[in-house]
């Protein structure tokens, strides 16, 4: 485990008191050429690097006015400076959001305004050098991409945008992160983030299949590549194997069961999750949600839905019909995507699910919102249905939940501390301590509440959740989703 010393957690977090460079020396490892071709970049750094960079920076700004906005328009307020849970848990400054932006601004301002050119150094202007590119490459993989800086941000200036164009410029010059690149490239290959092979998620699914009848005497299938099937479903890889994922896959597999409704994964597209996102890469991105449309005109399905990862659906909420659309050959009913939660909750309504609450009564709850649903997507037809539509499932499933400290939840809610390309083993310093303003709030309803699980609906707050808890003396399996509730309680008919 990481070798800090554990800090007093508090229901929220104090601001620390800053510790320069603290976290300079972390880095994610670089990835070599035959990771960065496939996705088409340079295997290692080009010939003239730092020209290419600042012309990279240039094409990126004209070609997403938000970033242009965002490097113009910061006032220097201070507003989002104690507000990034890497600040908070490491006291680096250079993890301050305002901070972070400006090793990416800095740049900016020298090539591109007229201060910068003429009066570099009045102005904080840099050049671009090796030192820079190593800082970038450090600190800008220490952001999970999460945006809560944004919304306390007068101006609404996203980090998270800066840190996706600073990685896709050092993607661009052939400086790349082995993990997020690595996992691209098996989705091409492979069709999933995990580089499952076809034998081994039909061997999953079959197993999950005699696992679900043994213990409900109920006969729930777990399709593949089933054509005609009216729901393709595109879940997180992790919940092909992991735990707890996998028993939020057999939660799925029961709605649609008892819903009556025909559904399918697909091997061509085994995957909801889309790192091409976290990287900042539109191209990488494209590529891989177009496989999500390959796979339902293949299988000539009439619904797409996504399982529980909290990128997989902002992606798919906010960009999917861009990357990949139009989806008009599905059914003009339903929403192109929708997500399981939303499934689960019409059914819910609708009186087709029932539910036994009493088979979660050994557990009291907690739910964290995790940041790509709470701060990039929506649910429903409801306002803020990504944040009610969850805990209206939660609470028809158990009978004890209580909520986390207001300014934790919701739209403010803490990164889980792995998001965005971080949930890699060679970032576990900082995995671990930007979980601690979550770890606070959890302990907090532990000790007051006897809080025993908290549930989330994303496989990398699931994993990261799992890995870290113990460090902070909770049990791993602490950690859950909220189709594991549902799984547990919901009341199955003896349906072929
Ligand atoms: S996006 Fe999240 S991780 Fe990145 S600087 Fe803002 S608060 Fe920190
Ligand atoms: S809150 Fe916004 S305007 Fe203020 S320093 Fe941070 S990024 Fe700049």
Known sequence: MVDFEKPELRETPVVPSIKPGVMSHLASHVAKPKIQEPLGYPGELVDNWEQAAVDKLGELKGKYRSLQVFLDSCVFCGACTDKCHYFLGSADPKNMPVARQELLRSVYRRYYTLPGKWFPKLVGARDMNREVLDEWYSYFYQCSECRRCAVFCPLGIDTAEIAMAAREIM???????KYSNEVIGKVFKFG???????????????????????????????????????????????????????????????????????????????????????????????????RVREAALDLGVKRIVFGECGHAWRVAYSFLNTLAG?????????????????????????????????????MVLTFHDSCNVARASGMGDLADGQFTIPREIIKATCNHFVEMSPSTIRGATFCCGAGGGTLTDELMEIRTRGAVPRMGALQHVTDKHGVTHMVSICAICKSQFSKIMPYFDFDAEMSMGVHQLVSNAIILDKRD
């Not at 559904?263 to 494209?286: C, K, P, Q, V």
């Open 171 to 177: 993607d661009s010059v052939g400086r790349g992160q």
């Open 326 to 362: 139009p989806f008009d050959f599905l059914d003009p009913r339903y929403p192109v995507p929708q997500h399981i939660c939303e499934v689960t909750y019409d059914l819910m309504k609708r009186g087709v699910l029932k539910f036994d609450k009493s088979q979660n009564d050994h």
């Open 192 to 290: 999933n983030n995990l580089g499952l092979a076809v034998r081994a998620v039909a061997d999953t699914l079959a197993s999950l299949e005699e696992d679900v009848e043994e213990e409900t005497g109920v006969k729930v299938r777990f399709p593949l590549d089933e054509e005609g099937a009216e729901v393709l479903l595109m879940a997180p890889s992790a919940d092909f194997f992991a735990e707890p994922h996998v028993d939020g896959l057999i939660g799925y597999g029961k709605v649609f069961h008892q819903a009556g409704i025909s559904w399918t994964f697909s091997s061509h597209a085994a995957e909801g999750g889309n790192f091409g996102l976290f990287i900042g890469s539109y191209d990488n991105m494209r590529r891989v949600a177009v």
